[in-house]
């Protein structure tokens, strides 16, 4: 692909749109209240089997924290604060991953593992070198006030290496050539999302790896939520250094943080993740102070976006919907 200067989409911005940006998220901050995200820790499962790993005979143990004793790299983690303090945290489907080898001048590979993918979890081997493009996704919520998650997808023009390491899959070998990066609030076992108590430490935060597969099934085969996707304007080194970067995070923070309703959810990690790698102009670093206030709804941050050179005010990096995009084709 052709990347975007974004140098000089950045300078082309005069002061009337920075006051149109700025009076945009004035204008929708007053309802910008973040609701209940299903999908996102809403449907705790209760003490089971994993998936496919009943073919492993494999269920809950209260003892280990863990559904999968033979997986060496299942969490096993209880909370560290809060109010469940030494409780179980739910990691049947949501782990922050485990850096086994980053990039370096001998190799363009990330090696990761905990990637869900198929109802269980995989090594990748990711060429970095190849990423073809990097889109910000939003899924919508059918709701009375607007509701959303946000997650990043990241599309490879070479496969992702994908071999199992849950007990069910541990010789199977498989490609895929999308990822997803996404931050969902983990449960302890047996509960569920609530608004309320997602500011008072009673959920786990995961920066979860996730194969675009497995998010499709869930957005969007059994919830069909509609999802939109932006292209972002991002440098190549930006692209590789944003995916080295969030799995490092992942892998560091682990379970230890708490997912809060406000300052720490979806979109706030995910904007995070931008701040973190992308190279800011004087300019863009004033215009994203002004509309911080758009950093923590999912359904307004396309504002936050904007003002960071990420995003164009024409929509003209806009791509397909996720479930119309012929670039994932879904049988």
Not at 110 to 139: C, M, R
Not at 233 to 250: G, H, I, K, P
Request: hydrophobic share 40%.
């Amino acid at each position: 692909m052709t990347h975007t200067n974004r140098q000089e989409h950045r300078l082309s911005l005069s002061a009337a749109i920075v006051g149109a940006i700025v009076g945009a998220a004035l204008a929708v901050t007053g309802c910008a209240v973040p609701l209940e995200e299903p999908g996102i820790g809403a449907e705790a499962p209760a003490a089971g089997p994993l998936g496919k790993a009943d073919s492993a005979g494999s269920s809950f143990d209260p003892e280990l924290c863990a559904y999968d004793p033979a997986d060496p790299y299942e969490p096993r983690a209880r909370f560290e604060l809060g109010p469940w303090t030494g409780e179980c945290l739910d990691t049947q489907i949501r782990r922050p991953v485990e850096v086994l080898a980053s990039p370096d001048q001998s190799s363009n590979s990330l090696e990761l593992a905990n990637v869900f993918h198929d109802d269980g979890y995989w090594f990748a081997s990711i060429p970095t070198d190849a990423i073809k493009n990097v889109y910000f996704q939003l899924e919508y919520f059918p709701a009375i006030v607007p509701a959303g998650h946000t997650q990043i997808r990241i599309e490879f023009s070479e496969p992702v290496i994908l071999s199992g390491h849950s007990s069910w899959n541990l010789e199977d070998e498989q490609e895929v050539y999308n990822l997803v990066l996404s931050a969902e609030a983990v449960p302890r076992i047996g509960d569920n999302y609530d608004l309320f108590r997602g500011v008072r430490d009673h959920f786990g935060l995961a920066l979860r790896v996730t194969s675009l597969a497995a998010r499709y099934d869930s957005m969007i085969v059994e919830q069909d939520h509609h999802v939109e996707q932006w292209r972002l304007m991002l440098t190549e080194e930006e692209e590789v250094d944003l995916l080295t970067f969030y799995a490092e995070q992942s892998d560091e923070l682990g379970l230890g943080s708490t997912y809060h309703t406000i300052s720490r959810n979806c979109t706030t990690e995910m904007v995070r993740s931008l701040d973190g790698v992308v190279h800011y102009t004087a300019g863009e670093q004033i215009r994203r102070f002004l509309v911080r206030a758009t950093e923590f709804y999912p359904n307004i941050v396309r504002t936050a976006l904007i003002a960071r050179g990420l995003l164009p005010l024409n929509q003209s990096t806009d791509w397909y919907a996720l479930e119309e995009d012929p670039s994932f084709p879904r049988q």
